[in-house]
């Protein structure tokens, strides 16, 4: 179903393999090399090949940490809603809003952390943050350009710069 006005995209990739690299960051300088080099890169895609998802442990969970987690989103959120309040008060109460905001969000927060911490029943004592990765990131172009941008990409791993892996040898 696509909107009227708005170019539907096709989410599966499509074109020639011109390079692959092992990181994201490889794969977008050799497709920002092509586009120094007046490529047309709107023929390009950078697909992740493999992905995963990976979860790394950044500490343990505690009532302290919890405690102290809630106490601080709170209380940015209590000084927005101050800075908001204080925007509309007069003779000067600016000041006692934004208080009034950071001491509630801080105590509201506290609260929250505490019940959300308490409904984990120790089932999950650990703080973490998850990305998705892939082993591998292959360089698309549309059939049309693909020799024309595999020379530029060979210039740019004569230079040393980004150095595609070599496609894997079937035995």
């Not at 172009?141 to 894997?168: I, M, Q, S, W």
Request: proline content about 4%; charged content about 15%; some cysteine.
């Amino acid at each position: 179903m696509t909107t009227q006005g708005m170019p539907s995209m096709d989410p599966r990739p499509t074109g020639l393999t011109i390079g692959t690299y092992d990181t994201y960051l490889q794969a977008q300088r050799a497709v920002d090399y092509l586009s120094d080099e007046k490529f047309p890169v709107e023929h390009t895609t950078i697909v992740g090949n493999n992905l995963r998802q990976v979860e790394k442990i950044t500490g343990r969970l505690t009532w302290a940490r919890a405690l102290t987690a809630g106490l601080a989103s709170g209380a940015w959120f209590g000084l927005f809603v101050g800075v908001l309040l204080g925007l509309f008060t007069t003779n000067g109460g600016w000041l006692a809003a934004l208080l009034t905001g950071v001491v509630l969000g801080a105590i509201f927060g506290m609260a929250f952390g505490a019940i959300g911490y308490a409904q984990l029943g120790g089932r999950r004592d650990f703080t973490s943050r998850t990305a998705v990765v892939a082993t591998t990131y292959d360089v698309l172009c549309d059939f049309k350009y693909a020799e024309e941008a595999r020379n530029h990409l060979a210039k740019l791993a004569l230079k040393g710069e980004v150095t595609p892996r070599l496609p894997e040898q079937s035995n």
